[in-house]
């Protein structure tokens, strides 16, 4: 039984920028973005170049294109060094390391996946009338070749026959494609870029409520720039004054948990553990940590609440798809979790290197750009005061994104740099004319 709160799903389109917030009871659970001027690898397939194999290690490096992949485990069917494999980017390169990939990939569709590396079928639990599950059943059996598996999503429980046969057949036909790319040679290349985020919404249940808005005005209405923010913060309160302090490292990250607040430590120990459970998974998730986690679990009289506390992060973990593995107590007391590393985490996606809480230099620039299409009503010829990287960003990697607003407002954007302010600092008034300056 799936007892998981319907989840609302809040999709932003402005210039340079998509972003999409998954709210849960109205609260944020999850943060997507897509920008016009960064390329995404995730969920891209490439034809890779074998470079090298490293036995020590356990893992296949490939030449990607302009980044390095690397394949933990080796194929037991592996072509010789400079032989073309096939593989899905699960992860973006970071820093000096590259992009994680795997060669046990699918075609996915909104309905149903299919799988080139296995065999056989199955169907989701979400789909309990017989009748219905019969008659997919026949129609994998009559459409998909016995070398190719299928997956048929919960999202195909309220859709008929014909369109899931018209995307299974377009699937196949998808499948059928890309071998004739592989064919073809080249290596590398990219057979499948990475889906867009807009996409991606389709594949929701039938209670999730999906709103479409532009230029931060949902976002607004639904608070969640201000979740973001203190999503970010590394400190927050929680129920009944608990503070959990999040230390975000390279490798790893340490969370401690401050009860001196928290007046029913002693008497209600399971009421707390179930509560610090569910709040740091939340935290997890919502903040995109990722490698290995330790949380300082506080102290308790009888080990009976760790292990309850223990027990219930496991069980919630259970539910998610968030593949986080739970592995135990340390011998100082800490319990270790890890978690694969698919995306940027939440500070990395919004925070600048160079300072522990300003926000990146792109970052503000997108939000000006809202702004100057939100707050610009009744303003002839407006102008942006900001700090000079701002206006770089403008005139550099975002100068698509500033034609879009200039070709909505139907006039250009002046610019005005204020070396007083910081780049997360602008405002915009009208134009101010000089003496001899007459208006065309």
């Avoid at 060094?81 to 980017?89: D, F, I, P, S």
């Avoid at 080249?186 to 999906?210: A, C, F, H, R, W």
Wanted: overall charge positive.
């Amino acid at each position: 039984m799936n007892d998981k709160p319907p989840q609302h799903i809040i999709i932003d389109q402005s210039p340079g920028e998509i972003r999409v917030a998954v709210l849960e009871l109205g609260r944020l659970s999850n943060i997507y973005l897509e920008r016009e001027h960064q390329s995404s690898l995730r969920g891209a397939l490439i034809l890779g170049k074998l470079q090298a194999v490293k036995k020590e290690l356990n893992a296949v490096f490939l030449d990607l294109g302009h980044v390095v992949g690397y394949l933990e485990g080796i194929p037991k069917s592996l072509p010789a060094e400079g032989g073309a494999l096939l593989v899905e980017v699960l992860s973006e390169p970071r820093g000096n390391k590259g992009a994680r990939v795997t060669d046990k990939f699918m075609v996915a569709g909104i309905l149903v996946d299919i799988n080139p590396n296995e065999s056989g079928y199955a169907i989701s639990r979400a789909i309990k009338s017989k009748g219905k599950r019969a008659a997919i059943r026949e129609l994998l059996y009559d459409l998909v070749p016995k070398d190719i598996g299928a997956f048929v999503k919960s999202t195909a429980l309220n859709s008929d026959m014909q369109g899931l046969e018209e995307e299974l057949k377009e699937l196949l036909s998808s499948w059928e494609r890309i071998q004739s790319e592989i064919k073809l040679g080249g290596q590398p290349k990219m057979i499948k870029p990475s889906p867009k985020l807009v996409k991606l919404t389709s594949g929701y249940d039938e209670n999730t409520i999906i709103e479409k808005g532009k230029n931060g005005l949902l976002f607004d209405k639904f608070n969640i720039d201000i979740q973001i923010s203190n999503a970010l913060e590394p400190t927050i309160k929680i129920k009944g004054g608990i503070v959990l302090i999040f230390e975000e490292m390279e490798a790893l990250t340490a969370i401690d948990i401050d009860l001196a607040s928290f007046k029913t430590a002693q008497s209600h120990p399971r009421e707390l553990a179930e509560t610090l459970a569910k709040e740091i998974f939340w935290q997890i998730r919502l903040r995109k940590l990722s490698g290995v986690i330790l949380i300082d679990y506080p102290r308790a009289k009888s080990l009976r609440e760790r292990e309850h506390f223990f027990e219930e992060l496991k069980k919630i973990a259970s539910r998610d798809e968030s593949n986080i593995t739970i592995h135990g107590w340390t011998r100082t007391g800490l319990l270790e979790l890890t978690k694969k590393r698919l995306e940027p985490s939440l500070r990395e996606i919004f925070i600048s290197k160079n300072s522990s809480q300003k926000p990146l230099v792109e970052i503000s620039a997108l939000e000006a750009l809202r702004k100057l299409i939100t707050n610009s009503l009744g303003i002839a010829e407006p102008q942006l005061v900001c700090a000079r990287e701002l206006k770089t960003a403008f005139m550099g990697p975002l100068r698509r994104a500033l034609d879009e607003v200039n070709g909505q407002l139907g006039v250009n954007v002046d610019f005005q740099v204020d070396p007083n302010l910081s780049h997360e600092e602008f405002y915009i008034h009208a134009r101010k004319r000089k003496k001899n300056e007459k208006q065309l």
